[in-house]
C-alpha cells in the first residue's frame, strides 16, 4: 500500500509544537448542511466545539438490551478469553470490547441506524463505514479511567489513518452522572493537533488498551487547551448521544460510585479516509481495533 504524505507528524524523540488542523470539521456543504438530519445550530456547536450532546436521543427501552447483552458477555468465559475483550487491571472486570458489531447482530444493525448513520454521513460529507467499535465499562467501585488523549493522534499514528475525517457516536449504555467517571472533553481542542513525544513500541496495542502511556499529550499542552477553553462531562440518562471529533482531547476518572458505566462508540470514517501504513512504521494494529478489509460504505436500515 502506497503511504500518504505525514500532514500530522507525533511520537518523536522530542516535543513539538502544536498546531492547527488540516481539515474542515464539518464537510458538508449547501443544502446539506442546511436540512440534514443536525440543524445548523447544532452543526455550528460541533464545529465550535469538537461535540455535541443530544440528551435522551434513544428511548432507554431500545437500549437496555445492549446493556443486558454486556452482562452477558461478562459472565461467558468464551467471550471473555477473546482478544477483543480486554479485561482490567486485576482481570475481574471487563474494561472495553471491540468489534462489537461483528460481535452482535444487534450492535451491527445499530451502526446503519438512519438518524445515526446520517448524522455521520452529514459531518463527514458523504459515505462512511465502521472503523472501529467498541464499549468502554466501568464497573462500579473499581472500573479505572481514561488518560487525556486524541483519538486520531492513536489512529494516524498506529491504524494510518490520514486525515481528520472520522467522528465517534457514544451511546450511553447506563446512566453517566458526575460520580461514575463520565467522558470529560476540551471544548475547542479539535482544532489544534498536539503531537506526542515518544516512539511506538511494537505491538503498543497489547498494553495501551489497558493503560494508554505513549500517545498522551504531555501536560503543559493539555493545560494551556484547558484554560482557554474549559473542560466539560456531559451526563444525563441512558440513550443520550454524544458526537465527537476523532482530534477532540478527551480523557475520564475512575469509577468509584456504586453505579456501572458503559458507553457504545460507533466511530464513522469517511471511505475518502480509508487507512495507510501506519505513521509509526509500526505493523496495523488488527482489524478489529481499525477496519481494513470490512471498509465498504453503510447504508441505512429501513
Same mark, same amino acid.
Given at each position: 500500500?502506497?503511504?500518504?504524505?505525514?500532514?500530522?507528524?507525533?511520537?518523536?524523540?522530542? =516535543?513539538?509544537?502544536?498546531?492547527?488542523?488540516?481539515?474542515?470539521?464539518?464537510?458538508?456543504?449547501?443544502?446539506?448542511?442546511?436540512?440534514?438530519?443536525?440543524?445548523?445550530?447544532?452543526?455550528?456547536?460541533?464545529?465550535?466545539?469538537?461535540?455535541?450532546?443530544?440528551?435522551?436521543?434513544?428511548?432507554?427501552?431500545?437500549?437496555?438490551?445492549?446493556?443486558?447483552?454486556?452482562?452477558?458477555?461478562?459472565?461467558?468465559?468464551?467471550?471473555?478469553?477473546?482478544?477483543?475483550?480486554?479485561?482490567?487491571?486485576?482481570?475481574?472486570?471487563?474494561?472495553?470490547?471491540?468489534?462489537?458489531?461483528?460481535?452482535?447482530?444487534?450492535?451491527?444493525?445499530?451502526?446503519?441506524?438512519?438518524?445515526?448513520?446520517?448524522?455521520?454521513?452529514?459531518?463527514?460529507?458523504?459515505?462512511?463505514?465502521?472503523?472501529?467499535?467498541?464499549?468502554?465499562? =466501568?464497573?462500579?467501585?473499581?472500573?479505572?479511567?481514561?488518560?487525556?488523549?486524541?483519538?486520531?493522534?492513536?489512529?494516524?499514528?498506529?491504524?494510518?489513518?490520514?486525515?481528520?475525517?472520522?467522528?465517534?457516536?457514544?451511546?450511553?449504555?447506563?446512566?453517566?452522572?458526575?460520580?461514575?467517571?463520565?467522558?470529560?472533553?476540551?471544548?475547542?481542542?479539535?482544532?489544534?493537533?498536539?503531537?506526542?513525544?515518544?516512539?511506538?513500541?511494537?505491538?503498543?496495542?497489547?498494553?495501551?488498551? =489497558?493503560?494508554?502511556?505513549?500517545?498522551?499529550?504531555?501536560?503543559?499542552?493539555?493545560?494551556?487547551?484547558?484554560? =482557554?477553553?474549559?473542560?466539560?462531562?456531559?451526563?444525563?440518562?441512558?440513550?443520550?448521544?454524544?458526537?465527537?471529533?476523532?482530534?477532540?482531547?478527551?480523557?475520564?476518572?475512575?469509577?468509584?460510585?456504586?453505579?456501572?458505566?458503559?458507553?457504545?462508540?460507533?466511530?464513522?470514517?469517511?471511505?475518502?479516509?480509508?487507512?495507510?501504513?501506519?505513521?509509526?512504521?509500526?505493523?496495523?494494529?488488527?482489524?478489529?481495533?481499525?477496519?481494513?478489509?470490512?471498509?465498504?460504505?453503510?447504508?441505512?436500515?429501513?
Amino acid at each position: 500500500m502506497l503511504q500518504n504524505a505525514d500532514h500530522y507528524p507525533t511520537r518523536t524523540d522530542d =516535543k513539538r509544537e502544536t498546531f492547527d488542523r488540516h481539515e474542515p470539521v464539518i464537510h458538508c456543504e449547501g443544502e446539506e448542511r442546511e436540512y440534514g438530519p443536525l440543524g445548523v445550530s447544532q452543526l455550528d456547536q460541533f464545529e465550535r466545539d469538537g461535540f455535541l450532546w443530544l440528551e435522551g436521543f434513544f428511548p432507554q427501552e431500545r437500549i437496555e438490551p445492549f446493556f443486558e447483552e454486556l452482562d452477558a458477555m461478562a459472565r461467558d468465559p468464551e467471550i471473555r478469553d477473546r482478544d477483543e475483550v480486554i479485561m482490567d487491571a486485576d482481570k475481574t472486570e471487563i474494561r472495553s470490547v471491540f468489534a462489537m458489531h461483528e460481535l452482535s447482530e444487534a450492535f451491527d444493525r445499530m451502526t446503519r441506524d438512519p438518524r445515526l448513520l446520517g448524522m455521520a454521513q452529514q459531518i463527514l460529507g458523504g459515505d462512511v463505514y465502521i472503523h472501529q467499535s467498541r464499549i468502554n465499562s =466501568k464497573a462500579g467501585f473499581s472500573g479505572g479511567g481514561f488518560n487525556w488523549h486524541s483519538d486520531f493522534e492513536t489512529w494516524h499514528s498506529e491504524d494510518g489513518m490520514p486525515k481528520m475525517r472520522a467522528i465517534s457516536a457514544s451511546i450511553m449504555l447506563t446512566d453517566n452522572n458526575a460520580f461514575n467517571g463520565p467522558l470529560m472533553l476540551i471544548p475547542g481542542s479539535h482544532n489544534r493537533f498536539v503531537p506526542c513525544v515518544g516512539k511506538t513500541p511494537d505491538n503498543n496495542w497489547l498494553q495501551s488498551l =489497558k493503560s494508554q502511556e505513549i500517545g498522551v499529550p504531555d501536560q503543559e499542552s493539555i493545560a494551556e487547551l484547558a484554560n =482557554k477553553r474549559g473542560i466539560e462531562a456531559p451526563t444525563g440518562r441512558a440513550g443520550s448521544l454524544l458526537l465527537f471529533d476523532s482530534n477532540t482531547l478527551h480523557a475520564s476518572n475512575a469509577n468509584l460510585s456504586p453505579w456501572p458505566r458503559a458507553n457504545l462508540f460507533f466511530v464513522y470514517n469517511s471511505v475518502e479516509n480509508r487507512l495507510a501504513d501506519p505513521f509509526s512504521g509500526t505493523n496495523p494494529r488488527p482489524e478489529y481495533l481499525g477496519a481494513r478489509q470490512r471498509n465498504v460504505a453503510l447504508t441505512p436500515n429501513h
